[in-house]
């Protein structure tokens, strides 16, 4: 690997490959760690039946179309083929396996503590998105409780719920989709959420969820006047028709044999957390840059505290739909731009 770069892009998921392809246009010299085997990011991670929430022509990395499927809404596998090949097709100069341990000033340059060494950088981006960091709120008796417990991180499919009685937590899109799931597999099935679904018109997919945050910059159309953020895809429509979407309040407490929700008692074998996750951003604990909310403050994708150190693809606080394939192209190109002109001085 690698000791000097001018850029240090942590993380090869979908963030890191669109930084990539930006600083291979604009000639700068860097570098990729990933922390992972192989390509694909998150992705990788994903339960089998997950689906894309739009067509290939709106799940695009910049400079590359995502080929067609035959499905409207592509599998787990296409968005994995789509990133292995991206990473080939623009020789993307990415480092793997590397764990990036802790990141520290040295003045001048940033010291990229890795497990196979030290890398020192004039900048460092971070893209290491969040899913190695799932939450998982604090609930009165969740100890105690004898099954089994997981988060959706970690799921990998129905199959070893079969026959057992399942509360799947959260009212996003994770929830409504691993619950969609388990409806042929759980003996027994609740969906449980402190607030309400809110799904999108059957006809609407993730595209207006993209145009809803693009509208936030000023720049959307009518289509950006949607409320709600789950989308309808044909499983989940599947499932609501079904009666399995039929929404439980939250649990008042957790016993050892399942949940209290009011006055009514859930005997449970398995609860699945799909309450979302934080930014992975222990690496950069040496820094100080987090703040009470969690995350550092950061103006244009780069931190107040120490400008060298920038972050894409996070959500919201990193740029609107950043978290997204479409979506992260914008602030990648953006931020890039201003490190170029900063190294060309």
């Known amino acids: 690997m690698r000791t000097d770069v001018d850029i240090a892009v942590i993380g090869g998921g979908q963030a890191g490959l669109a930084c990539g392809y930006h600083l291979r246009r604009a000639g700068l010299d860097h570098v990729i760690l990933d922390e992972q085997e192989s390509s694909g990011g998150a992705w990788r991670a994903a339960w089998p039946s997950l689906r894309l929430f739009s067509s290939t022509a709106h799940s695009s990395l910049p400079g590359w179309p995502m080929p067609p499927h035959p499905e409207t809404f592509p599998p787990v596998a296409h968005a994995l083929d789509y990133l292995a090949e991206y990473e080939r097709r623009y020789d993307l100069p990415v480092e793997r396996p590397v764990r990036v341990t802790d990141v520290r000033s040295l003045d001048e340059r940033l010291a990229v503590v890795t497990d196979r060494g030290v890398l020192r950088a004039r900048y460092v981006i971070n893209a290491t998105g969040t899913w190695a960091t799932p939450f998982v709120p604090r609930v009165d008796g969740a100890l105690d409780f004898r099954g089994r417990q997981l988060h959706s991180a970690w799921y990998r499919g129905p199959t070893s719920f079969a026959g057992q009685r399942v509360a799947v937590v959260g009212g996003g899109n994770s929830g409504v989709q691993i619950t969609s799931d388990l409806v042929d597999h759980a003996r027994e099935l609740s969906l449980v959420s402190a607030r309400r679904l809110r799904f999108l018109p059957d006809d609407v997919d993730g595209r ?124 990648a190109k953006a931020l890039v731009a201003t490190v170029a002109a900063e190294l060309s001085d």
């Open 208 to 331: 207006h969820l993209f145009a809803q945050a693009t509208a936030s910059l000023g720049e959307g159309d009518a289509e950006a006047e949607f409320v709600g953020n789950i989308v309808a895809l044909p499983q989940v429509r599947e499932a609501r028709a079904k009666g399995a979407l039929r929404l439980r309040a939250m649990f008042d407490r957790m016993t050892p044999q399942g949940a209290v929700i009011g006055r009514e008692h859930l005997d449970l074998d398995a609860v699945i957390w799909c309450t979302g996750f934080r930014p992975a951003l222990r690496h950069l604990r040496s820094l100080g840059l987090r703040t009470a909310t969690g995350i550092p403050d950061v103006v244009d994708n780069r931190s107040v505290k120490d400008p060298r150190v920038c972050f894409v693809g996070y959500g919201d606080w990193t740029g609107p739909a950043s978290a997204t394939l479409i979506g992260v192209g914008r602030t």
